[in-house]
């Protein structure tokens, strides 16, 4: 895998009075569990960087391929979600980017309160934006 961003495809199951559980197909053991719909994408993403950490680097199967694969599931009322992967390539680059004076004071302001480096703050709100937005 070269690329920083892939997107894997989840089957999400909820039975009455249970959690949503999310399962990958292509990725074996690799799964996950939320209390709220809004819960589901973020806790699939945190499943996908749990399992590449021990994981062998695995190509994505296609969304046909997926919706085939849980055909039966689907018809039961299962859903199929686009799951963001973003890799970690272990290196820094350094961008440079214009932001207005008054979002940079606030930006310094948070990460300083989260005890972060103004590239770790935007870095990890930036994580966040793409996997709640998908």
């Known amino acids: 895998m070269t690329m920083g961003m892939q997107y894997f ?8 009075g249970s959690a949503f559980g999310v399962r990958f197909p292509d990725l074996p053991g690799c799964f996950s569990a939320a209390d709220a719909i809004e819960e ?12 590449f950490e021990d994981g062998e680097p ?12 849980a055909a039966e599931d689907i018809a039961a009322g299962s859903f199929i979600v686009a799951v963001p992967y973003i890799k970690r390539l272990g290196r820094q680059v ?5 932001l ?6 606030a930006i310094d ?3 300083a309160e989260r005890s972060l480096t103004r590239s770790a703050f935007l870095a990890d709100a930036a ?3 793409i996997e709640m937005r998908r």
Do not use: F, H, T
Not at 58 to 69: C, E, G, K, T
């Open 40 to 51: 589901v994408l973020p806790n699939a993403c945190e499943a996908l960087e749990l399992w």
């Open 58 to 69: 695995v190509a994505p199967q296609r969304l046909d391929q997926v919706r085939d694969a």
């Open 109 to 111: 302001r948070a990460a």
């Open 127 to 129: 994580r966040n934006e």
């Open 94 to 98: 350094r961008a440079n980017i214009s």
């Open 100 to 105: 207005d004076k008054g979002m940079l004071d």
């Open 9 to 16: 495809y989840a089957i999400v199951d909820k039975d009455d």
